[in-house]
């Protein structure tokens, strides 16, 4: 049995070469579907269901630094043409994205590239680094700068060390925060600190990473039967009743989300992976813990099969949709729980996962994935297929080591460690 996350399970179909000839299809297939988001000066495009640029939505920073990141990943995979892609990525994050008055970056640009929203949030540096960091990892130029850069940022601006996790959010001269707390952008900090840190080198950012992991899931989730608080005060107490009128929302809905308890489950391993013999005792039950939790009552809770959106305190679906980017992280998380302990369980629910996607989520008539299945009658979360970052994801993990992770992984098979 293996321990380290090292490699696959024998039995396993991510050990199966037939499967992973399918996963690297499949990850053409999607990167085939979003390279029409690329090219842009103001970066990557927002995908309407035909893949298709849509109009009506502004340039994000967020799709531009996930899209920069998936097309690094792709030319450390030997993709031609994701080189370019990526360049034209770093450009965008480089030229009118940046705020090079104030320092940091724009969330997002007006048709004539002007900045449309100046706010500066942690959840869209969080993924400049991403972005930077797979670009580096990439060899792209002028991506070790960004990189350095944006870690800088983000060590001034959002990093609390009396806090041990990161501020949310502040206007753009960095002169008021936000008076909240927020545990999706901190966990996407940790994934931007992972990267970092097998990129550079520089242990300070799994120092980090772990802090985040230990107060918002060895603390808040543990303490909470694992249903992980998404919004707090400025003092880290829970908001349980935020958002309760805007339930749908796109990142930060109503009451806790299954999908990102099995992101963390993924995070914490490769944490624990990264961290080797100085990993502390309780990142892998705290994974299991996460996962268990995610598919006793957020999978089907209603009867149907698939994970709901978002789940209230008594455990009741609150958003029932089923959105693509839950089933993908359900599909990461379960390929890292076999890889990390060879429990057939966790391969019978990572085959039920791709079960999932086939029948249900990949479009296989206007390309990438449906990226929201309504139930009911509520408000649709989101429009269109804004990118492929969540689903790319999940057809390379199944066959990388939990350590070092992607970009760096990619970069270590090239032989250019």
Known sequence: MTTTGDSPQSGSWTSLPAHRAWLDAEGERLLAFAEAAGGAASGF????????????????????????????????????????????????????????????????????????????????????????????????????????????????????????????????????????????????????????????????????????????????????????????????????????????????????TPGHWLEWSRLLLHLEAALGADAPDWLLPDARSLFDAAVEVGWAPDGEPGFVYTLDWADRPVVASRLHWVLTEAIGAAAALVRRTGDPGYERWYRTFWDEAATRFIDREHGSWVHELPVGDADAVWSGKPDVYHAYQATLLPQLPLAPVLAAALRQELGDD
Not at 65 to 73: G, K, N, P, Y
Not at 228 to 245: G, R, S, T, V
């Open 45 to 256: 495009a927002w995908l309407d269901d035909d893949g298709r640029p849509d109009p009506a939505q502004p340039p994000q920073l967020w799709i531009t630094a996930r899209m920069t990141h998936v097309f690094a990943l792709a030319c450390l995979r030997g993709r031609p043409g994701a080189g370019p892609l990526v360049d034209s990525g770093l450009a965008a994050l480089a030229g009118p994205f940046r705020d090079a008055e104030h320092g940091g970056w724009y969330s997002s640009l007006a048709a004539d590239g002007a900045p449309a929203a100046t706010d500066k949030s942690a959840y869209d540096h969080a993924f400049v680094v991403l972005a930077a960091a797979s670009a580096t990892a990439a060899g792209r130029p002028g991506a070790a700068e960004l990189l350095a850069e944006a870690l800088s940022v983000v060590e001034q601006h959002f990093w609390s060390a009396e806090e041990g996790r990161g501020l949310e959010s502040w206007d753009r001269t960095w002169t008021e925060p936000e008076a909240y707390r927020g545990a999706n952008s901190n966990m996407h900090t940790v994934e931007a600190f992972l990267t970092a840190a097998a990129v550079t080198g520089d242990d300070r950012w799994l120092t980090r990473a772990l802090s985040i992991a230990e107060r918002l899931v060895h603390r808040a989730a543990r303490e909470n039967s694992w249903r992980l608080p998404e919004h707090f005060d400025p003092q880290w107490q829970p908001l349980p009743e935020y958002n309760a009128d805007r339930k749908n929302d796109k990142f930060r809905p109503y009451g806790s």
